[in-house]
């Protein structure tokens, strides 16, 4: 019952709530892009990378839009970069497990150079993006983050294309 009430408050602040940030007024300084985290909730551990291969386990499809981060959901949810944890950026993210209150999440790419790179794989265009992109998928690497600070579902990803996610995970990298 909890997790019913839970779903719906969610759902009711989504429709509520603006769907862009307003504008900052024109005397406030514009941040750049990619410079500075969101506000993270206090006590929570921040998202970061671990290699695929350290991270294996079961992958299955189980996607439900009930306001969790649930596999074969695509979210998201700030990623930082790899060279500077301090900086990154908004990015949306395939949920392909989760450990307790941890979300194990692929992050997505826009950018064509991952066509054919080996750690990549293509997943074709989606509801995850606006503006119909492409995009590519890096399996080498998982994201953990935990689960509040996801902060909405993009889309499902079709089973099929997760299928063949699913299928590069236990080929290359031990996820069973």
């Known amino acids: 019952m909890v997790k019913i009430l839970k779903s719906l408050l969610r759902r009711i602040a989504q429709s509520v709530a603006p769907t862009r940030p307003p504008e900052p007024p024109p005397s406030a300084p514009v941040p ?6 969101p506000p993270r909730p206090p006590g929570r551990p921040q998202p970061r990378h671990v290699p695929t291969h350290e991270r294996g386990r079961h ?3 189980a996607p439900n839009l009930d306001g969790d981060a649930d596999p074969g959901e695509i979210v998201w949810t700030w990623v930082p970069f790899e060279d500077d944890p301090a900086q990154g950026k908004d990015r949306p993210v395939l ?4 450990s307790d209150r941890t979300v194990l999440g692929l992050m997505l790419s826009s950018k064509d150079r991952r066509d ?3 750690n990549w794989l293509a997943l074709g265009t989606g509801a ?3 503006e ?13 983050v935990h689960q509040d600070l996801v902060r909405r579902e993009g889309a499902v990803l079709d089973r099929k294309r997760f299928d063949q996610v699913a299928a590069r ?3 290359e990298y031990g996820w069973s």
């Open 116 to 118: 054919g790179e080996h």
């Open 132 to 144: 119909g992109r492409p995009s590519w998928i890096r399996l080498d690497r998982v994201l953990e």
């Open 169 to 171: 995970l236990r080929q």
């Open 95 to 98: 949920v392909v497990g989760r």
């Open 59 to 61: 992958v299955e499809y």
């Open 32 to 37: 750049r892009a990619g410079t500075a985290p």
């Open 128 to 130: 995850w993006d606006y």
